[in-house]
């Protein structure tokens, strides 16, 4: 592969050094984005894909669905992601699975996994495991990946890692965007990854069916102990009102969250005939603990769940029930 010689020493990188010899031994590799992906998802696995294709490593890019956001779409290789399984495969990549449940499969034991991953609910469930929690983003531990190996970032590589950063730290707004992640930002820049043209293409592209649902959830927001704690939900009658997917309505809850009083605050929707149950928390509040209480997992401020029935008013209020054991 061709190398940029640029590398980081603030890293152990045993992990990446084995990860990098599986890849260049292996002859057809399958990289994993997890259920529902998000841009942190798409992003990491598509800075690996562009890597691949431009040193002809054959692979291809895998989501257990077709239905894969598509305000992604200008993210180079986007159109490559595919619901297919290859007939064969000798090494698989997760990128963004916090549980090995999140592949959206069973992978055959025999095959080598090297998986990527920022969540605390990761069991390190790899062969080789780039996985740590104080990470920003998965896109951050790839750009790691990268540099701790020498590997030249394209302007491909380099949009994509951008805009798993961006969206996974809330455009830099979180707290485990550090100085580091800056530099990594930075750099990424210099590499060709374009900070208007992502943020115009991931903003500015919104459905209408969008603007017609999220007056609805808002409509849904209820208040408990003196407006600290704040739940929202999506009927699915709405979705068929409006038209609406439910990635349209993902933003309803950072908005609750910009509400000044709020310090913990979820939203109950049916995806993929299952309550999906996403929390966010301000400060000190750990949402994982209480998303982990059902099964689920993420980070300390921002975590989620799913109950298995279809009454969302039934699921926010087990759920409400956990939030005021724990917060006190």
């Known amino acids: 592969m061709k190398k940029d010689f640029i590398t980081s020493n603030k890293v152990d990188m045993s992990e990446y050094t084995k990860a990098l010899e599986l890849i260049e031994k292996s002859r057809y590799i399958l990289i994993i984005t997890h259920v529902n992906p998000d841009p942190d998802s798409i992003g990491s696995a598509l800075a690996l894909s ?98 701790h190996n020498g590997l030249y970032i394209t302007k491909n590589s380099a949009t994509a890692l951008y805009v798993g950063i961006y969206d996974d730290t809330l455009a830099f707004s979180l707290a485990r965007c550090d100085e580091i992640t800056f530099e990594k930002i930075n750099f990424l820049v210099e590499c060709g990854a374009s900070p208007s043209d992502i943020a115009n293409k991931l903003l500015r592209r919104d459905s209408l069916a969008k603007y017609r649902i999220i007056p ?22 709405w979705f068929k009102q409006t038209g609406a997917h439910n990635r349209d309505c993902e933003d309803a809850l950072d908005m609750v969250m910009s509400i000044a009083m709020v310090k913990i605050a979820f939203f109950v929707r049916v995806v993929n005939g299952v309550s999906r149950v996403s929390l966010r928390s301000k400060g000190k509040i750990d949402v994982s603990s209480i998303a982990g209480h059902f099964g689920g997992g993420g980070h300390f401020n921002a975590a989620g769940c799913t109950l298995d029935m279809l009454d969302v008013e039934k699921a926010k209020n087990i759920v409400l029930k956990e939030i005021l054991e724990v917060y006190k």
Do not use: W
Not at 216 to 237: D, H, P, Q, T, Y
């Open 216 to 237: 609805k959830v808002l409509e849904s927001l209820e208040l408990f102990k003196e407006g600290e704690v704040a739940s929202i939900i999506a009927k699915e009658e």
């Open 50 to 147: 562009n890597l691949f294709h431009e040193n002809k490593i054959k692979h291809k890019v895998y989501n257990v669905s077709s239905d894969l956001p598509q305000n992604l779409d200008f993210i180079p290789r986007f159109e490559k992601i595919t619901d297919q399984l290859p007939a064969f495969f000798d090494l698989a990549i997760s990128v963004d699975c916090g549980t090995y449940k999140r592949l959206g499969f069973e992978l055959d034991p025999s095959i080598p996994l090297i998986n990527f991953d920022h969540h605390k609910s990761n069991n390190k469930f790899g062969t080789v495991n780039i996985v740590d929690p104080m990470k920003s983003s998965t896109a951050e531990l790839v750009y790691e990946f990268f540099k």
